[in-house]
């Protein structure tokens, strides 16, 4: 059977798109390649929130497409956002292209693959038009539900939603993604409960907006959201350690939330709170709807709940109107939260977003100077937390073999930081105080606690 290759762009929830291909593409009986060079079939999982990531991709297949000049037999497509909306265009641009397949139609893939090879036979030439489908699809956020465990992988990510409501003026996920659409509690919870019994410790919940999660399918129960129902469902999963989500909006951190940060034990200290800006004008510009001010008491609410949580941000500099003022307001609220770490973008305009036609852009040099001076000041921030945390005995989940070291093991904290350790593959999958002795950036080195 012929072999297949994924390469993704982006986020983590097109990796996890990209297992659910994968998986379909091995029950049909194709054969995972090592590389993209051994590939019968090359897929290009794409990614549109930057232009730098599309561009990447366009790149990436029009150099397949050079290869599939002199390999006719050669199939190659794209999935996902940037397939989601820039649909037929693709193929004009790219013409040797077969398959353009947008973010509600994964599930269509395997079948696209086949009919692809099927016409590879002379008798049906006359059919070599690409497949383009971007058409959207009810139920289609249910289809995301299998996965392609390694033996012994310890994590997993579970999709629990698709698509946004929240139109913020700056961002194309809504327009890729569709609106939002959640699966039944009862399917998650079975699908966690499964990851478990094949040896899954922790599971992160992904969504576009995850903790505004059934709100518009599901009702509160005693006051709880359906998100937080669903945290509490899973919290009862005998064999199940961690939970953890991303990405969430501010909005979402409900009292029954925090409450939960409160009550779940199963529920990681880490979470991410997407800033986006620190300026009120600008937060207004970004259609945002919470203000600084919000930002700050909910970050206050939540550390009373879950004394040491880790935070983690997301924030754009040189938003449309942006002044020097407005960034200064960012600075100033990144000092005082002191966050663990921080995703700083450059912003970087998006087509058929409202952000893209308004006026007083800012000059790519100073967007280049605040995300640099920001950056700066998250690292001091950062190696301040790594000195607090020197000599302390933290809980870790041994996840496997270090990415740059395969003889060393690498494990998280409940806080999601990540510790390397001198250990034994035997210890994988298991929870270990580790003492920490050692950081680079945001790296921690460790000891364990125990004997091994
Ligand atoms: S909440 Fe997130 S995904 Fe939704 S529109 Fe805003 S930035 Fe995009």
Same mark, same amino acid.
């Given at each position: 059977?012929?072999?297949?290759?994924?390469?993704?762009?982006?986020?983590?929830?097109?990796?996890?798109?990209?297992?659910?291909?994968?998986?379909?593409?091995?029950?049909?009986?194709?054969?995972?390649?090592?590389?993209?060079?051994?590939?019968?079939?090359?897929?290009?999982?794409?990614?549109?929130?930057?232009?730098?990531?599309?561009?990447?991709?366009?790149?990436?297949?029009?150099?397949?497409?050079?290869?599939?000049?002199?390999?006719?037999?050669?199939?190659?497509?794209?999935?996902?956002?940037?397939?989601?909306?820039?649909?037929?265009?693709?193929?004009?641009?790219? #013409?040797? =292209? &077969?398959?353009?397949?947008?973010?509600?139609?994964?599930?269509?893939?395997?079948?696209? +693959? @086949?009919? *692809?090879?099927?016409?590879?036979?002379?008798?049906?030439?006359?059919?070599?038009?690409?497949?383009?489908?971007?058409?959207?699809?009810?139920?289609?956020?249910?289809?995301?539900?299998?996965?392609?465990?390694?033996?012994?992988?310890?994590?997993?990510?579970?999709?629990?939603?698709?698509?946004?409501?929240?139109?913020?003026?700056?961002?194309?996920?809504?327009?890729?993604?569709?609106?939002?659409?959640?699966?039944?509690?009862?399917?998650?919870?079975?699908?966690?409960?499964?990851?478990?019994?094949?040896?899954?410790?922790?599971?992160?919940?992904?969504?576009?907006?995850?903790?505004?999660?059934?709100?518009?399918?599901? #009702?509160? =129960? &005693?006051?709880?959201?359906?998100?937080?129902?669903?945290?509490?469902?899973?919290?009862? +999963? @005998?064999? *199940?350690?961690?939970?953890?989500?991303?990405?969430?909006?501010?909005?979402?951190?409900?009292?029954?939330?925090?409450q939960a940060f409160r009550e779940l034990k199963k529920l990681c200290e880490h979470i991410h709170l997407p800033l986006q800006s620190?300026?009120?004008?600008?937060?207004?510009?970004?259609?945002?709807?919470?203000?600084?001010?919000?930002?700050?008491?909910?970050?206050?609410?939540?550390?009373?709940?879950?004394?040491?949580?880790?935070?983690?941000?997301?924030?754009?500099?040189?938003?449309?109107?942006?002044?020097?003022?407005?960034?200064?307001?960012?600075?100033?609220?990144?000092?005082?939260?002191?966050?663990?770490?921080?995703?700083?973008?450059?912003?970087?305009?998006?087509?058929?977003?409202?952000?893209?036609?308004?006026?007083?852009?800012?000059?790519?040099?100073?967007?280049?100077?605040?995300?640099?001076?920001?950056?700066?000041v998250i690292d001091v921030i950062a190696e301040q937390n790594a000195t607090d945390l020197m000599g302390k005995t933290v809980e870790?989940?041994?996840?496997?073999?270090?990415?740059?070291?395969?003889?060393?093991?690498?494990?998280?904290?409940?806080?999601?930081?990540?510790?390397?350790?001198?250990?034994?593959?035997?210890?994988?999958?298991?929870?270990?105080?580790?003492?920490?002795?050692?950081?680079?950036?945001?790296?921690?080195?460790?000891?364990?606690?125990?004997?091994?």
């Amino acid at each position: 059977m012929p072999a297949f290759f994924i390469k993704t762009y982006g986020c983590q929830m097109n990796e996890r798109d990209s297992e659910q291909v994968a998986t379909q593409l091995r029950q049909r009986g194709y054969t995972a390649a090592n590389s993209e060079a051994e590939a019968d079939v090359v897929l290009l999982n794409t990614c549109s929130v930057r232009d730098m990531a599309e561009q990447k991709a366009i790149a990436k297949m029009q150099n397949l497409q050079g290869r599939k000049r002199k390999n006719p037999g050669l199939v190659i497509g794209f999935m996902g956002c940037m397939a989601q909306s820039r649909g037929g265009e693709l193929a004009t641009l790219i #013409p040797k =292209v &077969d398959m353009v397949v947008g973010t509600q139609k994964y599930h269509k893939v395997a079948d696209y +693959i @086949d009919q *692809l090879f099927a016409r590879q036979n002379p008798d049906m030439d006359s059919l070599r038009q690409p497949i383009v489908d971007t058409a959207e699809e009810a139920g289609s956020q249910n289809t995301i539900k299998d996965h392609a465990l390694t033996t012994s992988q310890v994590t997993a990510f579970v999709s629990i939603m698709q698509g946004c409501n929240m139109h913020c003026t700056f961002c194309i996920v809504p327009s890729t993604r569709g609106a939002e659409r959640s699966r039944p509690i009862n399917e998650i919870v079975a699908e966690v409960r499964s990851l478990v019994t094949k040896g899954v410790k922790e599971v992160t919940l992904l969504g576009q907006i995850v903790n505004q999660y059934g709100r518009h399918e599901f #009702p509160a =129960v &005693d006051g709880k959201t359906p998100f937080t129902q669903l945290l509490y469902a899973l919290e009862e +999963i @005998d064999g *199940l350690e961690r939970i953890r989500f991303t990405s969430p909006h501010p909005i979402g951190y409900k009292k029954d939330l925090i409450q939960a940060f409160r009550e779940l034990k199963k529920l990681c200290e880490h979470i991410h709170l997407p800033l986006q800006s620190g300026s009120d004008r600008i937060l207004k510009a970004m259609h945002r709807t919470y203000t600084a001010d919000k930002y700050r008491r909910l970050v206050d609410e939540i550390r009373a709940a879950s004394p040491g949580i880790a935070i983690t941000t997301d924030i754009i500099v040189g938003f449309p109107g942006e002044t020097e003022e407005d960034y200064q307001a960012t600075r100033k609220l990144v000092e005082d939260v002191r966050f663990d770490n921080a995703f700083i973008f450059r912003y970087s305009e998006r087509r058929n977003t409202p952000a893209a036609d308004y006026p007083d852009k800012v000059a790519e040099e100073i967007k280049d100077a605040r995300n640099k001076d920001l950056l700066g000041v998250i690292d001091v921030i950062a190696e301040q937390n790594a000195t607090d945390l020197m000599g302390k005995t933290v809980e870790i989940l041994v996840e496997g073999p270090s990415k740059t070291k395969a003889s060393r093991l690498m494990g998280r904290t409940r806080t999601n930081k990540l510790v390397i350790f001198e250990g034994d593959n035997r210890h994988r999958g298991q929870i270990l105080p580790v003492k920490i002795i050692d950081n680079t950036a945001f790296t921690f080195y460790g000891d364990p606690v125990i004997h091994l």
